[in-house]
């Protein structure tokens, strides 16, 4: 009698994949011995919104990935196109179908990790995909197994690393390296320039090396807060990234790109005289519009008012504001403690942000712009 074929799919968004994914995939073809691994990456994940990386560039790290774990060449595994070529959300129990109607009779196993697996009874029609696959799940590291719904699964022989794609995704947007991933996987990023690589790049070459570190502190921070309270994780990583494009022009250079771009800064004369660095923020959502081809006003918004705040914040605009005050290697005390308060009370933070540059500008002698009144004033009023 004929054995089943043994068909394994894996499915996520890689976006971008890691140590972790392939640790999985090595485990699955040692232990489970399939047929056929169909790697699946998703058009679009119904949990984490659009992927940074395209399909093909997701497909090319994939490959890539594959042979630095020592499988690239194992004819079982492909990477298959499926809901790319969909060109749509596609929920799982749709993945799983198709694969039931491909190989009519043989034994699906669907493969996970923990992170996954946690959430799994929330998945749209998830009871469909177990009756058509058998789950198998891998315990990663920092993910225990749980299982409060008595889902049945098989548990994937192995530990595996904990490195997960979006935490990956927010370091490589504010610049860090990432050991969760293959040096191919980084060279292809870098060559590429994606999640922000080239940008990067390119801002830097008119920042000092102190004023890099502070971008990379800023766009991480402000990516953990975009996180946190549902703001768009890419508009945070761009504007944390070029928050302070201009700010090393000094005085003259800043002058002169406000004058020469006729830019519309309060009070610009006497800003000129009294507090010339102010105009970095202008300048910088000028230089982001037409340098690096920023064209989403939120962005340039956040940019714009990370210096003086604003009297109409918007999300980002806290976020931005918070991030360039309270991000890692601000040496005041404060910092801190608003970076810590963040993570609980956005507007609080960004309030207390507010008060604590006022504060010093008044301990220092310095000069208060009228927008710095403007946005403690509204605050004020607004204060429930």
Same mark, same amino acid.
């Given at each position: 009698m004929e054995n089943k074929r043994r068909i394994v799919i894996y499915g996520g968004t890689f976006d971008p994949p890691h140590k972790g994914h392939f640790a999985l995939i090595r485990s699955a073809l040692k232990?489970? +011995?399939?047929? $056929?691994?169909? %790697? %699946?990456?998703?058009? #679009?994940?119904?949990?984490? $919104?659009?992927?940074?990386?395209s399909f093909s560039e997701r497909a090319a790290m994939l490959r890539d990935g594959l042979k630095s774990a020592g499988i690239g060449r194992d004819e079982r595994v492909k990477i298959h196109p499926l809901e790319a070529d969909r060109g749509r959300l596609t929920y799982t129990w749709r993945t799983v179908s198709f694969f039931r109607k491909e190989f009519p009779g043989a034994e699906l196993l669907f493969l996970m990790g923990s992170d996954c697996f946690e959430t799994f009874h929330r998945w749209k029609n998830y009871r469909r995909i177990l009756g058509s696959a058998r789950l198998v799940v891998g315990a990663r590291e920092g993910f225990?197994?749980?299982?409060?719904?008595?889902?049945? /699964?098989?548990? =994937?022989?192995? +530990?595996?690393?904990?490195?997960?794609?979006? $935490?990956?995704?927010?370091?490589?947007?504010?610049?860090?390296?990432?050991?969760?991933?293959?040096?191919?996987? #980084?060279k292809y990023i870098s060559a590429h320039g994606l999640y922000a690589a080239g940008l990067r790049r390119e801002a830097a070459r008119g920042m000092t090396r102190a004023r890099v570190d502070h971008t990379r502190a800023v766009t991480l921070l402000a990516l953990e807060l975009a996180v946190k309270y549902g703001?768009?994780?890419?508009?945070?990583?761009?504007?944390?990234? =070029?928050?302070?494009? !201009? +700010?090393?022009?000094? &005085? #003259?250079?800043?002058?002169?790109?406000a004058r020469g771009n006729r830019l519309k800064v309060p009070a610009f004369r006497e800003t000129l005289r009294k507090?010339?660095?102010?105009?970095?923020? /202008? !300048?910088?959502a000028d230089m982001a519009a037409k340098k690096f081809g920023v064209k989403d006003p939120v962005v340039l918004k956040a940019i714009r008012s990370h210096t003086l705040g604003s009297s109409s914040p918007g999300l980002l605009d806290k976020i931005i504001y918070v991030s360039d005050l309270a991000a890692d290697g601000r040496d005041f005390p404060e910092a801190d403690r608003i970076r810590e308060l !963040?993570?609980?009370?956005?507007?609080?933070? /960004?309030?207390a942000a507010n008060y604590v540059?006022? %504060? /010093?500008? =008044?301990?220092?002698?310095?000069?208060?712009? &009228?927008e710095s009144v403007k946005t403690w004033n509204n605050l004020l009023e607004n204060r429930g």
């Open positions: 232990t489970l +011995r399939p047929d $056929g691994l169909y %790697v %699946v990456p998703a058009f #679009r994940s119904p949990f984490k $919104g659009l992927p940074c990386a225990p197994l749980k299982n409060p719904e008595k889902i049945p /699964y098989t548990r =994937l022989k192995g +530990r595996f690393p904990p490195a997960a794609s979006t $935490g990956l995704k927010m370091g490589l947007f504010a610049g860090f390296d990432q050991p969760g991933l293959f040096k191919s996987t #980084r703001a768009d994780p890419e508009k945070a990583a761009l504007a944390g990234i =070029l928050h302070d494009a !201009a +700010r090393d022009l000094g &005085p #003259r250079g800043l002058s002169a790109r507090a010339p660095i102010i105009l970095h923020a /202008y !300048a910088g !963040a993570f609980r009370d956005l507007d609080a933070a /960004y309030a540059k006022l %504060v /010093y500008i =008044l301990k220092s002698g310095g000069w208060i712009h &009228p």
